[in-house]
Nanobody
């Protein structure tokens, strides 16, 4: 059983900042990549940022504004969001590619999501 605790979402004015965090716990043998996705109303869920093998990547719309980081000792991934825009409004989901045992295969597990609302 794997659980995620996401926090840090909320309402912020355009130009403001938020920091999301997501801690994974439970029966975790290994974590490879960790991600942040977002889903706006009526739209599909898209990847925002990824952290894998020490390398970070971002979707073009957030480059230079968002920073993904992780604390492997705590199985936690963060998303620092600066210079927020109304179009960043969405439910943000963390995800992680995990093994829950030595004989398992890597699978992607999802957090419950946290709402980020940016007012103009």
């Amino acid at each position: 059983q794997v659980q995620f605790v996401e926090s840090g979402g909320g309402l912020v004015q355009a130009g403001g900042s938020l920091r999301l965090s997501c801690a994974a716990s439970g029966s975790i043998f290994s974590i490879s990549a960790m991600y942040w996705y977002r889903q706006a109303p009526g739209k599909q869920r898209d990847v925002v940022a990824a952290f894998s093998a020490g390398i970070t990547s971002y979707t073009d719309s957030v480059k230079g504004r968002f920073t993904i980081s992780r604390d492997n000792a705590k199985n936690t991934v963060y998303l620092q969001m600066n210079s927020l825009k109304p179009e960043d409004t969405a439910v943000y989901y963390c995800a992680a590619d995990m093994l829950i045992s030595k004989t398992d295969s890597f699978r992607r597990y999802w957090g419950q999501g946290t709402q980020v609302t940016v007012s103009s």
